[in-house]
């Protein structure tokens, strides 16, 4: 599929990996609908992007809210071809922390958003997608989450996350093989330590010593190159089924 003629809807998409994503869809010439809980910079991104992009505020953990969402993003658009999750929370405690053991309400909560977020937006984006026209090989649509390499690598502290992300690279699979009858892929991109928004607040040297952590290149990652990974997926149809890493061959110690 070529991502000029894209319709996507990207989670997340006001501000970090989201916002790059959306940017290298419209200067490719696609549409996008930025779906966040962030108003100002929801509006402001949209803005930023011109006439082909679009603000919808929800929250990913609603149902109700994604489902509104996904329908007025497919009456915006004209359609939906790609969805991307990139809406997430950290979730990081400790399981036995001073004040006590993690409360069961803060594991589910980054459960609700991280993981069930991404099958709410997937399961809407694909009722879209399989109504599309088929490409010359049968394709209507792509779907891609964002996991993180702490769903294979998870360090103390991180039990809530990596559950979350864990469970995004264990769904990825059995949706590509139900959606292949409607031709729709489903993938997975797990990034490293990147600089997003959170990252960039971090002090100077905090940054210096994350980036340094990293084989090579010993920087952090720049949301430019997810989105570049998006770019790939979404254009590349034997790609489905498949968590790629974009980590810099990082692999991370248990704290």
Request: include cysteine; hydrophobic fraction near 45%; proline fraction near 4%.
């Given at each position: 599929?070529?991502?000029?003629?894209?319709?996507?809807?990207?989670?997340?998409?006001?501000?970090g990996?989201?916002?790059?994503?959306?940017?290298t869809?419209i200067?490719?010439g696609?549409?996008v609908?930025?779906?966040d809980?962030?108003?100002?910079?929801?509006?402001?991104?949209?803005?930023?992007?011109?006439?082909?992009?679009h603000?919808?505020?929800?929250?990913?953990?609603?149902?109700?809210?994604?489902?509104?969402?996904?329908?007025?993003?497919?009456?915006?658009?004209?359609?939906?071809?790609?969805a991307?999750?990139?809406?997430g929370?950290?979730?990081?405690?400790?399981?036995l922390?001073?004040?006590g053991?993690?409360?069961?309400d803060?594991?589910?909560?980054?459960?609700?958003?991280?993981?069930?977020?991404s099958?709410?937006?997937?399961k809407?984006?694909?009722?879209?997608?399989?109504?599309?026209?088929?490409?010359?090989?049968?394709?209507?649509?792509?779907?891609?989450?964002?996991?993180s390499?702490?769903?294979f690598?998870g360090?103390i502290?991180?039990?809530?996350?990596?559950?979350?992300?864990g469970?995004?690279?264990?769904?990825?699979?059995?949706?590509?093989?139900?959606?292949?009858?409607?031709?729709?892929?489903?993938?997975?991109?797990?990034p490293?330590?990147?600089?997003?928004?959170?990252?960039?607040?971090?002090p100077?040297?905090?940054?210096?010593?994350?980036g340094?952590q990293v084989?090579?290149?010993?920087r952090l990652?720049?949301p430019?190159?997810?989105?570049?990974?998006?770019?790939?997926i979404?254009?590349?149809?034997?790609?489905n089924?498949?968590?790629?890493?974009v980590d810099?061959?990082?692999?991370m110690q248990?704290?």
């Amino acid at each position: 599929m070529e991502l000029a003629s894209a319709k996507a809807v990207i989670t997340g998409g006001a501000s970090g990996l989201g916002l790059a994503t959306a940017e290298t869809i419209i200067a490719a010439g696609g549409q996008v609908a930025l779906l966040d809980l962030n108003d100002d910079q929801g509006r402001q991104s949209a803005s930023d992007l011109g006439e082909r992009a679009h603000f919808l505020r929800a929250d990913v953990s609603s149902e109700s809210d994604v489902q509104q969402a996904i329908a007025a993003a497919r009456d915006a658009m004209g359609g939906i071809t790609l969805a991307v999750n990139c809406a997430g929370i950290i979730g990081a405690a400790r399981t036995l922390g001073r004040e006590g053991p993690m409360a069961g309400d803060f594991f589910a909560k980054t459960i609700q958003v991280n993981l069930i977020g991404s099958f709410l937006v997937t399961k809407e984006a694909a009722n879209v997608m399989q109504h599309n026209e088929p490409d010359n090989e049968g394709e209507r649509g792509v779907i891609i989450s964002t996991a993180s390499i702490a769903a294979f690598e998870g360090q103390i502290g991180q039990a809530a996350y990596s559950a979350s992300k864990g469970g995004i690279v264990g769904m990825m699979l059995p949706l590509a093989r139900e959606f292949a009858r409607i031709g729709v892929r489903v993938n997975t991109i797990a990034p490293g330590i990147f600089r997003t928004p959170m990252v960039a607040g971090m002090p100077d040297e905090v940054q210096e010593s994350l980036g340094q952590q990293v084989p090579f290149p010993s920087r952090l990652g720049r949301p430019d190159e997810f989105a570049a990974t998006v770019a790939f997926i979404y254009s590349t149809t034997m790609v489905n089924g498949e968590t790629i890493r974009v980590d810099g061959a990082i692999r991370m110690q248990p704290k």
